[in-house]
C-alpha cells in the first residue's frame, strides 16, 4: 500500500465524486455534521481552559502582588497568604521526601523484579484501589490513624503522611512505566558484562530514565500541591499563625520548620475562606489565592514537560 | 540451562553467588516500597470498616435504619437515615456522566480521527492542566461564576406545555442557584479529562487495519466510528465511565461548595441537594470522636469505600470480558 492511499489526517472521507453513488448524500451530511460537532467538543476544551486562565488573570489583577504573597493575612486589610503558601511549600516538600523514594523504589520492583505472580497482581490491586478511594477517606483515615488513634494531633506530618498514602499509587505508577521504557538492550548488555542485576538497575536503567522519572515527580508534586480533602482532617484548618522563621526548634508548636504543628496550605485555605464566608476582602483574597494555585499547576505541567525534554535531548545527544 | 550453569561452575568461569547477593538486599527493599500499598490498603480498609459500623455495634443503631430519608443528628432521639446522601450522590453523579460522557467521547474521537497534529499538541497539554486544578478552585469557579449565572438566568418556574395535553413538565426556578445541576456541571468538567485520556487510549487500541478495512468499503468517517470504533472501544469506553463515575463520587470540595447541602431527598435539578462527601467534610469537624453522629459519617464514608471499591472490580470483570472475548 503506497502512502497516498490513506488520506491526510484531518480531512474528511467523503469518497471522491465519481466514487459518491454508493454512498448516499444523507451519510455524507452526517459525516460532515459529525466533523463540524467532533471539532467543536475539542475546541471547547480549548475555549474553556482559556476562559479560565483569563478569568483569573482579571480576578487577581490587583490583588496578587509581591506583598499579597509576602505578608500575613490581616482581618481589617487584604493582607497576604504567607503563611499558607509556605505552608503548602512546606507539606510538598514534606510529602515528597517520603513518596519520591519509595515511589521510585516501588516502581523499580514493578518494572524490574515483579513475577508474574498473585502477590504481584495483589500490588496491582493495592494500586488502583488506592487510586480511586476517594481523597476524603484518605484524609478520614489520616484522621484515625494519627490524629485519633496515635495522639498527634493535627500536625503537617499527618497530612504528609496521608498525601503520601494518596499519591503512592501515581509516583510507583509513573516510576515504573519510565523504568520500562528502557530498551532491553540497555540491559542485556550491563548484565553480558559482568554486572549483577542490581548494578545493571542502578548504574544503566535507573540513569536512562532518569527524564521520565523527573516528569513523574513534578506531575506527582503538582497533584500534592493543590491537593485539600486529604489535608482537612489531618494537617487542619485552623487560622494560619504569624510565623517566626528564625525558630529552629523541630519539635516546637509554632516553628515553621516543624512537622509537628497545624499547617493550613493554600487550598485548604480557600477552602475556609469560603466556607467561612467573613471578611470584607474575602472575594479578592479568594481569587488571588486561586490564581496562585492556577499558576503553580501551569509552572508544574510546562516544567514537567519542559525539563524532560531538556534531559531527554541532553542524554540522548551525549 | 542448568547444565549450563554447572559447566559454568566446573570451570570457575561463574563464581558461586557470595552472601550480600543470596540476601539480595536490594531486591528485598524495593519489593517493601511496592508491597507497601498492599499495607497502606489493607489498614485503610481495616480502619473505615471498624470505624464504620460503629453506628450499629456501639450505638445500637439496627443497620436498616441507615436506609431512612430522616437526617437529623441533634434531635433528642436522633436520627441517622443517611439515603438522602447515597440518593444524593448518586444523582448528583449520573447527572455529571450524562453531561460528561458525550463531550469526552467526542473529545477523545477528536484527539484520535479528526484532529491534525497541531490541534492534538495543544487539546492534550490542556488536558492535562484541566487535571492539575484543585478542587477548590473549580468549586471557586461554581460560586463565583456559575452558581449566579443559574440563578440570574432561570429565576422562575420552568415548565413545559403542549396544546392540548396541557402542562407536561414543571419544575421550580434556581432560588440560589446552589443545586443538583451546578453541582452535576461542575462535576462534568472535572471529570471529562479522565473520561477523555481512557477512552482515546481504547480508540487508538484499534488497529489501524480495520479503518483502513472499512474506509476501503467506501465507507464515511462517521461511519467507521458509529460502525467500527465505537462497538470496538466498547468496553474501554465503558471503564472510561466507571473510572470517572467513581472520581465524581469521590469528589468532595468542589461539589460541597455549590450544591446547597440540604439534606433532603433529590426533587429537581434546580433545587440545592447534599452528597456524602459534602456532608462528611462539612460536619466531621463539628462532632466529637465516639459520638453517634460522628459514627454515622464513618458509616457514610464506609459506603463511600464500597462504592470505589466496587468500581475497581468491575472495570476488572469489564475489562476480563473483553480479554476473553
Known sequence: MTATARPAPGRSMAPRPSLRSKTSRGSILADR??????????????????????????????VVSP??????????????IMPVLWNSIYMLVLTMLIAVPVGILGGIYMSEYAPDNALTGAIRFAEESISSV?????????????????????TALAGALALTFFNLPL????AEQALRAVPQDERSASLALGATKWQTIRHVVVPLAIPGLITGVILTAGRVFGEAAVLLFTSGLGTPPHYN?????????????SPFRPATTLS??????????????????VDGSAAVLISMVLLFNLGARFVGRLLTRRMTAS | ??????AFEATGLRAKPGLMERIDLPRRVVFLAAASMIAIVALLLAFIFWQGIQLFVKDGQPIGAIFDSTWNPLADTPEFGILPFILGTLVVTAGALLISTPL???????????????????????????????????????????????????????????PLVGQVFSMPGFLTGFSWLAGSLVLSIMVLPTITSVSYDAFRAVPQELRTGSLALGTTRWQTIRHLLIPSALSGVLTAVVLGMTRAAGEALAVQMVIGNSPTLPAAITQPVTTLTSQITLDMGNTVFGEPWQDALWTMSLVLLIISVSSVVLVRLINKRRIGQ
Do not use: C
Open chain 1, 171 to 174: 509516583m510507583t505508577r509513573l
Open chain 1, 245 to 257: 522563621f528564625t525558630n529552629f526548634d523541630l519539635t516546637s508548636p509554632v516553628s515553621p520548620w
Open chain 1, 33 to 62: 455534521v459529525a466533523t463540524v460537532a467532533l471539532w467543536a467538543t475539542g475546541m471547547f476544551v480549548l475555549v474553556l481552559l482559556g476562559s479560565i486562565i483569563v478569568h483569573f488573570a482579571v480576578a487577581a489583577w490587583g
Open chain 2, 104 to 162: 469526552s467521547v467526542g473529545v477523545a474521537l477528536f484527539l484520535s480521527e479528526v484532529a491534525p497534529n497541531w490541534a492534538k499538541s495543544v487539546v492534550q497539554p490542556a488536558l492535562e492542566i484541566f487535571v492539575g486544578i484543585p478542587s477548590v478552585v473549580w468549586g471557586w469557579l461554581g460560586i463565583t461564576v456559575l452558581v449566579p449565572w443559574l440563578s440570574d438566568t432561570f429565576p422562575n418556574k420552568i415548565a413545559i406545555s403542549m
Open chain 2, 1 to 6: 540451562m542448568a547444565q549450563l550453569t554447572n
Open chain 1, 268 to 285: 485548604v485555605y480557600i477552602y475556609k475562606l469560603n466556607s467561612e464566608g467573613l471578611g470584607a476582602f474575602k472575594n479578592q483574597i
Open chain 1, 134 to 154: 476517594p481523597s476524603i477517606v484518605v484524609g478520614l483515615f489520616g484522621l484515625i490513624l494519627f490524629v485519633d488513634n496515635a495522639h498527634w494531633g493535627f
Open chain 1, 67 to 80: 506583598s499579597f504573597l509576602l505578608s500575613d493575612p490581616s482581618g481589617e486589610t487584604l493582607g497576604g
